[in-house]
């Protein structure tokens, strides 16, 4: 259905209960504040509502600096794909909303700024700030570990090769990994989901980086077929603009990049992204050749550890291989 709105512009403290009358108070509003920035939100009361968020909740403290309220009366409809819509409108529009749910990059405190000042966040995304690194060696080994169903269900090529790929996303792309790990990062060894992986890094509540089994034959080495792997990174308008300029279903292999990738698009519920595939084994040197895009692998990174805890995966987690990438990078280290 399509939403009417009206607009009203509201001076400090309103009460906006004279403005909606008591049987159309039902439907769709939009907050707007003093920073410019939006707040998208669904009610069946809508005065009642906007008390709430002028004088704060579990949810929130209250928000003194709102100076406008859109409204839309809707009688039936599911309010709940109603407000989705709109939200996907006003981020479309560039608009910062203050909502977390359906808005990765939400403003305001989460958890991960306890754990991991803001500040910190943009200067490791921006690569100038050292302290996020962490060392490795201090990590004690595992008395007799397990073996990883990584390497018992794979060739040491492969399973070396994407050792190689997970050390250098756990030291480079996922801040104080160690500190933050299964709480706001999870990895998954050998899972059977989606036609099965060989591993899967997850951060907050979407898959960051995936090694499928099934994507195999586009690269090879020594004659040998390769893994495609593929890193996931928030997918932009100017990410929009450059897969305009390919046709096909990956669109083309950049030869810019010292190691070869291509492009593609994932609708994920949480949001789109902008998937690079690449051969397992050349992450490294897929993103230190670019530090534009590895910039934008840390971003996404940390918006979907500020977007959610990874409570989602935690029960898939694997200590067990976990701990063999912390071998791994102390070997490499020696």
Do not use: C
Not at 37 to 66: M, P, Q
Not at 117 to 133: F, K, S
Not at 155 to 174: K, M
Not at 221 to 249: H, V, W
């Amino acid at each position: 259905m399509s939403l009417s709105f009206n607009r009203w512009e509201l001076p400090h403290g309103s009460n906006i209960s004279a403005l909606i009358p008591t049987d159309k108070r039902r439907g769709i509003y939009v907050l707007e504040f003093e920073d410019g920035s939006k707040y998208v939100g669904l009610s069946e009361n809508v005065v009642t509502r906007f008390s709430t968020h002028a004088r704060g909740s579990s949810h929130h403290d209250g928000w003194s600096d709102i100076t406008a309220i859109s409204f839309a009366h809707v009688p039936e409809d599911n309010l709940a794909p109603l407000e989705r819509r709109v939200i996907d409108e006003q981020r479309r529009l560039g608009i910062a909303l203050r909502n977390h749910t359906y808005n990765l990059g939400a403003l305001g405190s989460t958890g991960l700024d306890q754990e991991f000042a803001v500040t910190d966040q943009q200067h490791w995304i921006q690569g100038n700030w050292a302290d996020a690194e962490f060392d490795f060696s201090a990590i004690p080994e595992a008395t007799n570990p397990p073996l990883t169903k990584l390497e018992s269900h794979s060739s040491d090529l492969i399973s070396t090769l994407i050792l190689n790929d997970l050390a250098y996303a756990l030291q480079e792309l996922i801040p104080k990994a160690p500190e933050l790990e299964k709480t706001f990062w999870s990895l998954s060894d050998y899972p059977s989901t989606s036609g099965g992986r060989y591993a899967t890094l997850n951060t907050g509540v979407l898959e960051f980086i995936v090694w499928p089994r099934n994507l195999t034959g586009d690269f090879s080495q020594g004659g040998n077929p390769i893994p495609t792997a593929f890193l996931n990174t928030l997918f932009s308008q100017q990410d929009a603009a450059l897969m305009r300029r390919y046709d096909d279903e990956f669109g083309a292999e950049f030869q810019d990049f010292a190691a070869p990738h291509y492009l593609h698009i994932h609708d994920y519920d949480v949001h789109r992204t902008l998937s690079v595939y690449f051969p397992a084994g050349s992450l490294r040197q897929l993103l230190e050749s670019s530090p534009e895009l590895k910039s934008k692998a840390r971003q996404f990174a940390v918006t979907l550890m500020r977007y959610r805890k990874g409570n989602l995966f935690q029960r898939w987690h694997s200590s067990a291989l976990t701990q063999r990438v912390y071998s791994h990078i102390k070997a490499q280290s020696t």
